[in-house]
């Protein structure tokens, strides 16, 4: 039973920044990658940033170095910092994990809920 539960979000100026964090617990035997997706009303979701388990990430086009992602291993905790945001950000942000429960498991990706990132003009 893994659960991913996301905290930093809110109501934001444009040029502003915003640090949003995701903790895994639960029953976990290797944490793979994590990562940011986010969802705008009527759009797909789309990719954000993700990062290894040895450090390696990977970033969505629109970031364009605006975007950090980092994790923290020993707490299965995973951090997006966001600055010189854009109303064009305005989306959920979605954490996801992929991880094995047991040693003999196949890596499943795992979802949290969503918080939900406001830019304003």
């Known amino acids: 039973q893994v659960q991913l539960v996301e905290s930093g979000g809110g109501l934001v100026q444009a040029g502003g920044f915003l640090r949003l964090s995701c903790a895994a617990s639960g029953s976990i035997f290797s944490m793979k990658t994590m990562g940011w997706y986010r969802q705008a009303p009527g759009k797909q979701r789309e990719l954000v940033a993700v990062?290894?388990?040895?450090?390696?990430?990977n970033y969505g086009d629109f970031v364009k170095g605006r975007f950090t992602i980092s994790r923290d291993n020993a707490k299965n905790t995973v951090y997006l910092q966001m600055n010189s945001l854009k109303p064009e950000d305005t989306a959920v942000y979605y954490c996801?994990?992929?991880?094995?429960?047991?040693?003999?498991?196949?890596?499943?990706?795992?979802w949290g809920k969503g918080t939900l990132v406001t830019v304003s003009s």
């Open positions: 996801n994990a992929n991880l094995r429960i047991q040693w003999y498991a196949d890596a499943v990706d795992y």
């Open positions: 990062i290894t388990s040895g450090g390696s990430t």
